[in-house]
């Protein structure tokens, strides 16, 4: 009996790959990555466009990504303006990823509150055309506002207490002061000189930063402990 010889079936690259544990599928999307590049394109979307007339498509084009993923990330141009006030730790920028205040071994408590706030002007002129449309959607959208404040008392406030305390501690401010109202107080006067003063009313940078030193030394001031 003849045997007839069997045809030699080939392998495919994929079933090879497969059959060794090595086939690699596609390549994972970094979304992180990519989220940030969509919340930074929409910062100058939004800066240039004005929040309504700026589209998805604009700012997926800008950021170099599949509009698509703008809702699937965001859940829309609304989630992706709430995530650009709320995730400014994940724009990379090194001035607004910081703490409010902090209490550096080096600075006491007057000189890092010059530097926190005008750090913080800093950013408001920096991004001020993007504050201007930001601002205006926290007036006008009830959710924005909601999401705005929430941030402010679960994470800004609380970050500033916590470097207060240090210098509490340290014997720079009184034990008996309430460091939740300082917070406060330093959080809006930090927007009225930052946004309010400089961005609206154009007032000079100089007068700005004068203003700063003079509100930190009153405050200060007002902060000592009790001489005995």
Do not use: N, R
């Given at each position: 009996m003849v045997r007839t010889p069997k045809k030699k079936v080939k392998k495919s690259k994929a079933s090879k790959a497969g059959a060794h544990?090595?086939?690699?599928?596609?390549k994972k999307r970094d979304r992180k990555a990519t989220e940030t590049a969509l919340?930074?394109?929409g910062i100058q979307v939004f800066a240039?466009?004005?929040?309504?007339?700026a589209t998805t498509k604009d700012i997926a084009?800008?950021?170099g990504a599949n509009e698509a993923l703008i809702m699937r990330y965001f859940g829309g141009k609304k989630g992706l303006l709430e995530a650009i006030l709320t995730r400014t730790d994940d724009l990379g920028d090194s001035s607004t990823g910081k703490k409010e205040i902090e209490a550096k071994p080096d600075l006491n408590l007057n000189e890092a509150l010059v530097e926190s706030i005008t750090e913080r002007c800093s950013d408001f002129k920096h991004y001020s055309d993007f504050m201007k449309v930001a601002v205006s959607r926290i007036i006008l959208d009830p959710d924005v506002s909601r999401i705005i404040q929430t941030k402010i008392y679960t994470k800004a406030l609380?970050?500033?207490?916590?470097e207060l305390?240090?210098?509490k501690k340290g014997g720079e401010i009184d034990p008996k002061a309430d460091l939740k109202s300082v917070a406060f107080g330093i959080s809006s006067?930090?927007?009225a000189l930052g946004f309010m003063a400089q961005v609206v009313y154009k007032i000079p940078e100089s007068e700005i930063k004068a203003t700063?030193?003079?509100m930190v030394r009153i405050l200060q001031k007002g902060l000592k402990p009790d001489s005995k």
């Open positions: 544990g090595s086939h690699k599928g596609p919340m930074k394109a240039k466009k004005g929040y309504d007339a084009k800008s950021a609380p970050e500033m207490i916590q305390e240090k210098f006067l930090t927007f700063i030193k003079e």
